[in-house]
């Protein structure tokens, strides 16, 4: 049974930093696809960033360019988003997801494990 567990969120006032991470079991980890998704009350789930099984290839929205990183280590099984320069806007629950495809974009229609979510909010 494949599980998905994200950990790290939390409330931070803005311009401040959070460092998600994400494991996960069930699954090949180093042969998987991650990606990091958000969904803010009212709003449609947003792709926020994305990488390739070997962390070579990786996808930014726009809205979080220059000040989130995603990164990974397949010896961990661990995904990692680190967040700087949070703003308000930046509030959501924040998914993380697996698949064995690399779309070079993300769209959550794409991947098929997801976890339950960690809760960022950002006050200003």
């Known amino acids: 049974q494949v599980q998905v567990v994200e950990s790290g969120g939390g409330m931070v006032q803005a311009g401040g930093s959070l460092r998600l991470s994400c494991t996960t079991s069930?699954?090949?980890?180093?042969?998987?696809?991650m990606g990091w998704f958000r969904q803010a009350p009212g709003k449609e789930r947003e792709g926020v960033s994305c990488?390739?099984?070997?962390?070579?290839?990786?996808y930014y929205a726009d809205s979080v360019k220059g000040r989130f990183t995603i990164s990974r280590d397949n010896a961990k099984n661990t995904l990692f988003l680190q967040m700087n320069s949070l703003k308000p806007e930046d509030t959501a629950m924040y998914y993380c997801?697996?698949?064995?495809?690399?779309?070079?974009?993300?769209?959550?229609?794409?991947?098929?494990?997801w976890g339950q979510g960690t809760q960022v909010t950002v006050s200003s």
């Open positions: 069930g699954l090949t980890f180093g042969t998987y696809a």
């Open positions: 997801a697996a698949d064995l495809v690399f779309g070079g974009v993300c769209r959550g229609y794409e991947y098929t494990y």
């Open positions: 990488i390739s099984w070997s962390g070579g290839i990786t």
